[in-house]
């Protein structure tokens, strides 16, 4: 399986809190909400895209928590289907087993998380894909494990918050494999790993 990342990311690179106020207030965030002003259909198709090309979904804890509180009252609508009926892994150190409410959910125990994943990425099938979750995109970009990156990139300033990329100083080119732009400005731009062709 390819491991691909997908996030909501503002031009200062912040991905934390994009759906709402409450939903990341880690380090005083106050600006969630932000991505609203520029959801449209070329954003949700880009969104919908990558739930289809994939076979399964894995998350932090924290990520996890709020969909996990969002989606199963959702269901009748075809996405929100989809979101409850793909299998999902959950990576988290402090989750127990009986709190996996979200059907189709598998506990990835942070200690053994690294090794776990490489296999989950060895197996056959298209692809494992990362929403938010900004600390586990974050390791996998530093550890080398995600193959693609979905970045609809929103016309805004946030001025401060969480980021994706890893702060390591280490060099990791990549290639642009697609890009749009939506009607509200929104830049939704794919990339690969490994050096431009």
């Known amino acids: 399986m390819r491991i691909v990342i997908s996030e909501f990311m503002s031009l200062d690179g912040v991905v934390q809190a994009p759906g709402g106020p409450e939903e990341d207030t880690d380090g005083g965030f106050a600006q969630g909400g932000w991505s609203h002003p520029f959801f449209d ?3 949700g198709g880009a969104f919908d895209t990558a739930l289809k090309d994939a076979d399964a979904l894995l998350f932090g804890r924290r990520t996890w928590q709020t969909m996990a509180g969002a989606w199963p009252e959702r269901a009748g609508d075809p996405f929100a ?3 409850n009926s793909i299998p999902k892994h959950v990576v988290s150190s402090t989750l127990r087993e009986d709190e996996l409410t979200w059907s189709g959910t598998t506990l990835v125990p942070g200690a053994t998380a690294l090794d776990r994943i490489r296999e989950l990425r060895a197996a056959e099938g298209r692809d494992l894909l ?3 979750s900004p600390t586990l995109a974050r390791t996998l970009l530093h550890e080398g494990l995600a193959d693609e990156l979905r970045l609809m990139i929103m016309p805004v300033i946030v001025g401060g918050g969480k ?3 890893p702060g390591d100083g280490a060099l990791r080119p990549l290639s642009l494999v697609s890009t749009a732009i939506s009607g509200t400005g ?6 690969r790993a490994g050096d431009p062709a």
Request: charged share 15%; with cysteine; glycine share 6%.
């Open 41 to 43: 259909e070329v954003v």
């Open 81 to 83: 289907d989809r979101m």
């Open 130 to 132: 990362v929403m938010g």
């Open 163 to 165: 980021t994706i990329f």
């Open 186 to 191: 929104v830049h939704v731009c794919t990339y």
